[in-house]
């Protein structure tokens, strides 16, 4: 059972009673993120997210984590593209305690500046941990390059240069305009009784103030980049890009099976003929990335130098395989298969149903239903598939980005 429901406030909350467990994940969702921010306050919504664990008026940072400690320490945080989430999963009869120091959290945070200061020297730590990853830099300097100067490429944690020079009155701000009503969600999931929620969820959130709701952002255009990021690495790591789809495309299913048959899974295309048969690379996948208004399609591949220019070359030529021919029979009913399967067991973790219930209440307005997903999963053609192909992975779209050291190679 799922309700959607409201606060006094404004705040939409979707609560799903899951018998049979002992879990609950609490998940308050708030809509904003880089992609809210501007050139000069760039990393300003991750820093909030640090701050939030650093002390209210009623908490110091010690008492949060002791206190949360003893309920399972299995709290924590993210700041995305387009959304901050605070989460935590407990036993269901630790709930109450949880969300009234999540509630604390998001309403009487007091920034202080001392811990500010010394927030920021952990977030410059976590800055030159993500250079030190070039799996991770490769892929998001694309998103940077394709989006260009919109905020939908701006790097979820800042540069430096903006992460120490960010004052408290501007943490503050931006705090009192995005964390309002308008702009969360709160999820629930687990051995809950919805109608005792609502009344902990209005007790524990009901303060929190209205605001200007969010406004959706213009929506950007992709512009196909190509770039090699000189740095002295083992390997060479490379993203092919393509533009994508919203959360909100009927795509979306056609897009989640045909990534399943590219290189989503073990058994896919790319893994299996460049990596497990011809040996070219460690490390292979694709994925979707989706926003509310647009979104891309990424291939990340490892691999070392002197298979650069095979490995790209098996990339677009498997991808443009599937756009003549589309992939088979068999590896359709073998995908619908195991997206089932992945599907149905993934819904036995409370935390995965608050997240999707979240997700679907913000991006689609409305819960989208297990069976409603297998149901559109099946509907996928084989047609389906090559068309998207043919729409999205065109060669005259594909962007590259490259980390390592070049050496005597030309490929860009």
Same mark, same amino acid.
């Given at each position: 059972m799922i309700e959607i429901r409201q606060l006094s406030n404004g705040i939409r909350t979707v609560i799903e009673k899951v018998p049979n467990v002992r879990s609950v994940a609490l998940g308050i969702y708030v809509e904003t993120g880089s992609a809210y921010e501007n050139e000069k306050n760039n990393g300003i919504a991750h820093i909030i997210e640090h701050m939030m664990f650093k002390g209210t008026s009623h908490r110091t940072?010690?008492?949060?984590?002791?206190?949360?400690?003893?309920?399972?320490?299995?709290?924590?945080?993210?700041?995305?593209?387009?959304?901050?989430?605070?989460?935590?999963?407990?036993?269901?009869?630790?709930? %109450?305690? =949880?969300?009234?120091?999540?509630?604390?959290?998001? +309403?009487? *945070? &007091?920034?202080?500046?001392?811990?500010?200061?010394?927030?920021?020297?952990?977030?410059?730590?976590?800055?030159?941990?993500?250079?030190d990853s070039p799996e991770d830099m490769v892929q998001e300097q694309l998103q940077k390059l394709v989006w260009q100067e919109h905020p939908l490429g701006y790097i979820i944690s800042g540069s430096e240069e903006n992460v120490k020079r960010i004052t408290r009155e501007e943490?503050?701000?931006?705090?009192?305009?995005?964390?309002?009503?308008?702009?969360?969600?709160?999820?629930?999931?687990?051995?809950?009784?919805?109608?005792a929620v609502c009344e902990l969820l209005e007790r524990?959130?009901?303060?929190?103030?209205?605001?200007?709701?969010?406004?959706?952002?213009?929506?950007?255009?992709?512009?196909?980049?190509?770039?090699?990021?000189?740095?002295?690495?083992e390997q060479v790591h490379?993203?092919?890009?393509? %533009?994508? =789809?919203?959360?909100?495309?009927?795509?979306?299913? +056609?897009? *989640? &099976?045909?990534?399943?048959?590219?290189?989503?899974?073990?058994?896919s295309r790319l893994f299996q003929k460049i990596r497990e048969e011809a040996g070219l690379c460690y490390s292979l996948y694709s994925y979707g990335s989706s926003y509310h208004r647009t979104g891309t399609f990424q291939i990340y591949c490892g691999m070392s130098e002197e298979n650069l220019e095979r490995v790209q070359e098996g990339v677009c030529g498997i991808l443009t395989d599937l756009q003549q021919h589309g992939p088979t029979v068999e590896e359709v009913n073998q995908t619908l298969s195991q997206i089932r399967s992945e599907l149905l067991l993934s819904m036995e973790n409370t935390h995965n149903r608050m997240n999707n219930n979240a997700r679907h209440l913000i991006y689609m307005g409305r819960i989208v239903t297990v069976d409603e997903t297998l149901e559109e999963i099946q509907k996928v053609t084989i047609e389906d598939m090559m068309q998207y192909l043919e729409t999205y992975c065109k060669p005259d779209l594909q962007s590259i980005t490259l980390i390592g050291n070049p050496g005597e190679n030309e490929f860009m």
């Open positions: 940072a010690r008492d949060i984590a002791m206190a949360t400690a003893l309920l399972g320490d299995d709290m924590n945080a993210y700041t995305a593209k387009e959304m901050t989430c605070y989460y935590a999963r407990v036993l269901d009869e630790h709930l %109450p305690n =949880i969300a009234e120091i999540l509630g604390d959290m998001l +309403t009487n *945070s &007091v920034f202080d500046e001392q811990d500010l200061e010394k927030e920021k020297g952990i977030i410059l730590d976590e800055i030159d941990m993500y250079e943490v503050v701000a931006f705090w009192r305009e995005h964390y309002v009503a308008e702009r969360m969600v709160i999820s629930v999931a687990g051995n809950v009784e919805v109608e524990c959130f009901g303060m929190i103030p209205k605001g200007k709701p969010k406004i959706l952002l213009p929506e950007p255009t992709y512009h196909p980049a190509k770039k090699w990021f000189h740095k002295e690495t490379m993203c092919i890009g393509y %533009p994508g =789809i919203s959360h909100m495309d009927k795509q979306s299913y +056609t897009l *989640s &099976v045909l990534n399943n048959i590219l290189g989503g899974s073990s058994s």
